[in-house]
């Protein structure tokens, strides 16, 4: 079964179902959840994501159905979806083989175009650092994060702890916490298959931006996105980055109060 984490499970309101961004984890959803107590939060890893050994079949179609099992199992008939980057596209595969289960669905700095239609969509394999002085890993997560100067500073000690843990101890030395072949077949998936919906009238559909680190075609692939989802809302976050669930939370949260009703 795929890992997962519950946030305000006692709530008996609607359950928001949260998908993280390539490369990250379950928890990085932890303080939107705090914004969210009116809501019952489940955050699910990626398959061979946050050292899980026992995944060997990391397509997007077989996660989708063990998403699916796992909402069986927690007895989730209907919930609202949102999705930070390779997330995004994800929620929407799900919603087009069960949307008598999805309420909404949100987009989080991804999922609102095909990357196939863009030239250079494909940048090559990925790799993974492997770091042998903890000093070190510190150093460069620092400077990361440093560089995103409109963070806020309570948001960079929280992101720098984050980071810290997407790292673990293994063989002397640092590594990544995801199976490079999880990472690769994932990404080349949203590469090759068109996973974007057409929005009918009945599903709110709304699209998170991060106002920093914008691509020049930005504003080329919302205009497609809202000729196509001509009922859809696009909000732009101020001061955020691409993990919009950590970088701007409290913003992240007022948007989807405003959505999820």
Not at 107 to 135: A, Q, R, T, V
Not at 146 to 175: P, Q
């Given at each position: ?38 809501f019952r939060f489940l955050a699910i890893d990626l398959p061979g994501h946050n050292n899980t ?45 069960h949307p008598e289960s999805v309420l909404s669905i949100t987009l989080m700095d991804g999922g ?150």
């Amino acid at each position: 079964m795929l890992q997962y984490i519950q946030y305000n499970f006692e709530q008996i309101g609607p359950t928001i179902i949260a998908i993280p961004a390539l490369g990250e984890r379950k928890e990085i959803f932890e303080e939107l959840a705090k914004d969210l107590k009116e809501f019952r939060f489940l955050a699910i890893d990626l398959p061979g994501h946050n050292n899980t050994s026992s995944q060997n079949d990391f397509t997007i179609e077989t996660y989708v159905k063990d998403v699916n099992k796992l909402l069986d199992y927690l007895s989730i008939s209907k919930a609202h979806f949102i999705g930070n980057s390779i997330g995004a596209w994800i929620i929407q595969s799900y919603y087009k083989s069960h949307p008598e289960s999805v309420l909404s669905i949100t987009l989080m700095d991804g999922g609102h175009y095909f990357p196939g239609d863009y030239e250079n969509s494909e940048e090559g394999e990925i790799k993974l650092p492997i770091i042998e002085k903890f000093e070190d890993l510190k150093m460069a997560i620092k400077q990361q994060v440093d560089s995103m100067d409109k963070l806020a500073s309570s948001k960079k000690e929280l992101f720098k702890n984050y980071m810290l843990n997407n790292f673990i101890f293994k063989d002397g030395v640092y590594v990544h916490h995801s199976n490079l072949n999880a990472l690769n077949t994932l990404s080349r998936a949203i590469d090759k298959t068109n996973y974007c919906i057409q929005q009918s009238n009945e599903l709110p559909l709304l699209l998170l931006l991060a106002d920093q680190g914008r691509e020049n075609s930005e504003e080329e692939k919302i205009n497609s996105f809202l000729t196509l989802n001509k009922h859809a809302t696009v909000e732009s976050i101020h001061n955020s980055y691409h993990f919009l669930p950590i970088t701007n939370t409290s913003d992240v949260a007022k948007h989807l109060k405003l959505h999820l009703v």
